[in-house]
């Protein structure tokens, strides 16, 4: 079983940047397929980045591909989005997810089967 507890968002400027934190716990994490997704007010939860457990493998949704960057170190059971020039689109609730079996469809949300509370991410105009 993998517990997941995001940090690191809040309220930025248009063009700033934040780095968001998912501390896991559990024995499966190293194991495990991460990704990161949002969900906007009166929107779906939509995929945003991923990444392999090895870090060999990493994907981005178009929106956000060059802007931000998904990384882990399993050794501090932790994931990472570095988020940078920020845009108001990008408000959002962003929420971690592992996928245990390391398998699944990456995009898709049912894939993963653990997820943490979410953080609150505000890019102002």
């Known amino acids: 079983q993998v517990q997941l507890v995001e940090s690191g968002g809040g309220l930025v400027q248009t063009g700033g940047s934040l780095r968001l934190s998912c501390a896991a716990s559990?024995?499966?994490?190293?194991?495990?397929?991460m990704a990161w997704f949002r969900q906007a007010p009166g929107k779906e939860r939509e995929f945003v980045a991923a990444?392999?457990?090895?870090?060999?493998?990493?994907y981005y949704a178009d929106p956000v591909k060059g802007r931000f960057t998904v990384s882990r170190d399993n050794a501090k059971n932790t994931a990472y989005l570095q988020m940078n020039s920020l845009k108001p689109e990008d408000t959002a609730v962003y929420y971690c997810?592992?996928?245990?079996?390391?398998?699944?469809?990456?995009?898709?949300?049912?894939?993963?089967?653990?997820w943490g509370p979410g953080t609150q991410v505000t890019v102002s105009s």
């Open positions: 997810a592992a996928d245990s079996a390391g398998t699944g469809t990456i995009w898709a949300s049912a894939t993963y089967d653990y």
């Open positions: 559990g024995r499966s994490f190293s194991r495990s397929g």
């Open positions: 990444i392999s457990w090895s870090s060999t493998g990493t």
